[in-house]
């Protein structure tokens, strides 16, 4: 029998389902163009198709001098990439390979058991980092403006509010994971932070369910080689080049 827990879970999943923005998914999923001489893979014959690694929204060193350089190549071309190679072999002969439409129904259907630990870590590396790169921009940083600036002001009584309390969740998650800024069944934001590469898509999960649209990642991986263990300092930067104008249109996508 579905006890309560499960079943607002469960009703969680249907709510939020179809709000991740179809580009945003299609850039995890779909294969870019073809080198010359490469050979063509076949067609999918059903469920999901081989993940590729989405390019960068902008170039390695955009981000100067909140992200280096080096950060960004390894952490895009190896940690990402591991993702998804390691992604799609769990994925081979999984019948979750079949029954998932796409990476959010994916993650949506995990559970917090052995056989589904690859997934778990690998499609949600994919997913956080697919989000994260988009979550920034050298034209970023500043205060969000509009019909979000005014719904992020009211839910936590100031963007000040919110800086401090995502700030806080970043700082303070033990060990590796993520912060995040998401929208609830209820179209409610809140702040929450993962382990490891968990995220609020993994309704049987985590406690808090819901739609992320802002991610931060405090693994070491994204910050040791400029920031030391300097994780706050690295937090602080952040805010100069978050994206608000991707972030808002992540909420509006949910919302509206």
């Given amino acids: 029998m579905m006890n ?19 580009l945003f998914l299609q850039s995890c999923q779909e ?3 073809k080198k010359e ?6 067609e999918a014959t059903g469920g999901l198709a081989e993940f590729v690694l989405p390019a960068l929204p902008y170039a390695a060193d955009a981000l100067l001098p909140h992200i280096d350089t080096e950060t960004m190549n390894i952490h895009h071309g190896k940690h990402h990439a591991g993702y998804v190679k390691k992604l799609n072999a769990a994925l081979a002969d999984n019948p979750l390979q079949k029954e998932a439409n ?14 589904h630990t690859a997934l778990r870590n690998n499609g949600g590396g994919h997913y956080n980092h697919s989000l994260f790169w988009t979550n920034m921009s050298p034209e970023g ?13 009211q839910a936590f009584g100031s963007f000040e509010n919110f800086a401090k309390e995502f700030k806080a969740a970043a700082a303070s998650r ?13 179209k409610e934001l809140y702040i929450c932070s993962t382990p490891n590469q968990d995220n609020p898509l993994m309704v049987k999960i985590v406690e808090q369910a819901g739609q992320p649209i802002l991610g931060l990642d405090v693994w070491e991986h994204a910050y ?5 263990n300097q994780r706050k300092a690295y937090i602080n930067s952040f805010f100069n080049i978050i994206n608000w104008s991707a972030v808002s249109q992540n909420w509006s996508n949910i919302v509206k």
């Fill in 174 to 186: 033990f060990g590796s994971g993520w912060a995040w800024l998401a929208v609830n069944a209820k």
């Fill in 102 to 115: 796409n990476l959010e129904d994916l993650l949506g259907r995990l559970e917090d058991k052995e056989e």
């Fill in 37 to 42: 001489g490469e050979p063509q893979k076949e």
């Fill in 224 to 228: 040791y080689l400029n920031y030391q």
């Fill in 31 to 33: 294969e870019g163009p």
């Fill in 4 to 22: 309560k827990r499960t079943f607002l879970k469960r009703s969680a999943t249907l709510a939020l389902g179809a709000s991740l923005s179809p």
């Fill in 141 to 153: 940083g500043g205060t969000p403006e509009g019909e979000f600036g005014q719904a992020l002001a």
